[in-house]
Every structure is written in C-alpha cells, then in structure tokens.
C-alpha cells in the first residue's frame, strides 16, 4: 500500500509491503508552504501584508486543491504595503487555488516519484487498494480529488489524519514492549 503523510513541514510518501518499507521519498512542502504561499499571493496581488495565523484560516476557510463548482470567499485585514494602514479585503477560493499551485504540484510530483519507484506487483495492489493520505495537510479541500486525477489511483483520507500516525507508531511501541516482556519471561 501507498502512503502520503503531508505534515507542516514535509510530506513523505512510502510504499509499504509485508516486508516493510519498499520506497520511500520526502519533500519539504507541507502546510507551512501552503500557507507561504498564500501570504506571498496576498502580497503579490493585492499588496497587503497578512501574517501567517491569517493565512492558515484563509487555508482552512477556504482552500482548495481542485476547481469546485462552489466559489467560496473570506473577508481579510491586513496592512497595505505602500501606506502602512490597515486594509479589509475579500479573497475567493480560485484565488486560493491558483496561489497553492506550486507547491501542490510538488506534492503530485512526489507521489508520482513513489509510482515509477514502485515494484509492479505492489504497482497493482496500489492501483486497487489505493493511496492513504494522512498529516494536516490531508484536510485540505479536494486534495484527494486533485491526487486522483493526476495518477489515477483512488485516494482514501486517514480516520482523523492529524493523530492517526502518532497513535500507530503508538500500536507498535506497545508491541514492541509485549513482546520483549514475552521474551524476557522465556529467559
């Protein structure tokens, strides 16, 4: 199976089989580049200076990783850049999208890195069972659609993506600690 863990900071894609990890790649473009770059848009476009707490609930409010048939918008201060005086402006979901473009296509890139990477016989088990996303940046809008349609493969949002890998490394610890109590007992 395939997963893409898109953190803060980096998004790391694996590829997994019985035997343990079969591929695996990280990049650093995760929801702090997300948010960037949103900041860097505002900037750009409208010339208005936003901190990065502003730009994480623009992200969260509405970003998008795929053109939706629904525009959403959100009401944003910040200070303009040429007068040094706040300023109250609207931004809109497309305008999220087209200033997330790049490092959403560093993502894509990845995963399909780990595809090319992949054996063929884990290829078609991929193909079929699909890609697991996980991390923060799981929870952006239509991120999954947006993986889906540039490989192909079905993409399945992890069952609370913000803890799921903490409480597996978890699992395993206590796995580890059950089965080397078992061993010391057999001594």
């Given at each position: 199976?395939?997963?893409?863990?898109?953190?803060?900071?980096?998004?790391?894609?694996?590829?997994?089989?019985?035997?343990?990890?079969?591929?695996?790649?990280?990049?650093?473009?995760?929801?702090?580049?997300?948010?960037?770059?949103?900041?860097?848009?505002?900037?750009?476009?409208?010339?208005?200076?936003?901190?990065?707490?502003?730009?994480?609930?623009?992200?969260?409010?509405?970003?998008?990783?795929?053109?939706?048939?629904?525009?959403?918008?959100?009401?944003?201060?910040?200070?303009?850049?040429?007068?040094?005086?706040?300023?109250?402006?609207?931004?809109?979901?497309?305008?999220?999208?087209?200033?997330?473009?790049?490092?959403?296509?560093?993502?894509?890139?990845?995963?399909?890195?780990?595809?090319?990477?992949?054996?063929?016989?884990?290829?078609?088990?991929?193909?079929?069972?699909?890609?697991?996303?996980?991390?923060?940046?799981?929870?952006?809008?239509?991120?999954?659609?947006?993986?889906?349609?540039?490989t192909g493969i079905p993409v399945v949002i992890a069952e609370d993506p913000l803890t799921c890998v903490a409480r597996?490394?978890?699992?395993?610890?206590?796995?580890?600690?059950?089965?080397?109590?078992?061993?010391?007992?057999?001594?």
């Amino acid at each position: 199976s395939m997963v893409l863990d898109i953190g803060g900071g980096t998004s790391e894609v694996a590829v997994i089989s019985l035997n343990g990890i079969v591929y695996s790649s990280s990049v650093r473009i995760g929801g702090d580049k997300f948010d960037d770059a949103i900041i860097g848009y505002v900037r750009r476009n409208y010339g208005v200076l936003i901190g990065e707490a502003t730009a994480e609930r623009i992200k969260h409010e509405i970003g998008t990783a795929y053109p939706g048939k629904e525009l959403l918008e959100i009401e944003v201060k910040g200070r303009n850049l040429s007068e040094g005086v706040p300023r109250s402006f609207t931004l809109n979901s497309n305008e999220i999208l087209e200033s997330l473009q790049e490092p959403l296509f560093g993502i894509v890139s990845v995963v399909k890195g780990a595809l090319e990477q992949t054996p063929p016989e884990l290829g078609a088990d991929i193909a079929e069972r699909g890609i697991v996303m996980t991390g923060g940046g799981a929870l952006l809008r239509d991120l999954d659609r947006l993986i889906m349609e540039e490989t192909g493969i079905p993409v399945v949002i992890a069952e609370d993506p913000l803890t799921c890998v903490a409480r597996g490394g978890g699992r395993v610890l206590e796995m580890i600690d059950s089965k080397r109590a078992s061993f010391l007992a057999m001594e």
